[in-house]
């Protein structure tokens, strides 16, 4: 068994389906103001310029910017793309806080439940304080504490985004166990010495782009978490909940 204190989650992807819930919600909208548009494209298209808004601010080019503010930039940059140009502020706004309107996963109110009888349970997400507090009232995610990006002013996955994390715990990063369902984001928190948890999130990208879990048993063919599990449900039973 893992000799760890606190779990630290990764959530777009890990704990919430940002897919779905995007695409249901733009999909709404679109309906609402006679505009015709496929949904999960609209959501892929979205989602593609979350890295690359990011990278400026982590490579020095900008300060440091709250995913809210962003995520409307990256908004305004695809609309035309989607006939979504002529949106109101008031519809845009709306659709920029579907971030904080996200679903669980099926499994993950009970998963986090059950692990929260033992751990501390953190977010570690690049979300900001109000959208990660926002998702957590809407889906019923009981954090013991939610660290968002601007208390720790990095954004994954730099070092110091986990080391700051752990150290806000006031613990070590080696008793602190990184929960994620991205092999980028694992491999980043383990050179920081943190221990990892993969969480197998197939159809985070749809039902088309589908991967077996035995796809991620290593990273890159060396590469091994200290715990993989098929949900959030399987790894509280692995961690002993």
């Keep these: ?34 505009i015709s548009l496929n949904p999960f494209d609209f959501a892929d298209a979205w989602r593609a310029e979350y890295q690359p808004s990011m990278d400026e601010i982590r490579k020095g080019n900008r300060p ?17 793309k989607f006939n979504l140009s002529n949106l109101s502020e008031e519809d845009l706004n709306k ?13 993950s ?3 986090i439940n059950a692990l929260k009888k033992k751990y501390i349970l953190a977010t570690q997400s ?10 957590a009232k809407f889906s019923n995610l009981n954090w013991d504490v939610v660290l968002g990006a601007e208390v720790i002013g990095h954004y994954k996955p730099e070092p110091n985004a986990y080391l700051k994390a ?26 920081q010495g943190m221990k990892t948890a993969y969480v197998h999130r197939p159809f985070e990208y749809g ?9 991620v048993n290593d990273y890159k063919g060396n590469r091994k978490w200290d715990i993989i599990s098929k949900d ?3 790894l509280a039973k692995k961690l002993g909940c």
Excluded: Q, Y
Aim: charged share 25%; with cysteine; proline share 3%.
């Design 109 to 111: 109110t009970e998963g």
């Design 126 to 135: 690049n979300g900001n304080i109000a959208l990660i507090v926002n998702m």
């Design 166 to 191: 752990c150290s806000a715990l006031n613990l070590k990063t080696e008793e602190c166990l990184m929960v994620a369902a991205h092999d980028d984001d694992l491999k980043a928190a383990s050179l």
């Design 207 to 215: 039902k088309d782009k589908l991967f077996d879990i035995a796809e």
């Design 64 to 80: 440091f910017t709250i995913l809210d503010i962003l995520h409307k930039e990256n908004l305004k940059k695809i609309s035309p």
């Design 95 to 107: 659709l920029v806080t579907a971030w904080h309107r996200l679903p669980g996963w099926p499994d």
């Design 1 to 34: 068994m893992l000799k760890v204190k606190a779990l630290l989650f990764d959530v777009f992807g890990t704990v919430v389906d940002w897919r779905t819930g995007i695409a249901r919600e733009v999909e709404n909208l679109a309906n609402n103001n006679g």
């Design 232 to 234: 959030l449900n399987h």
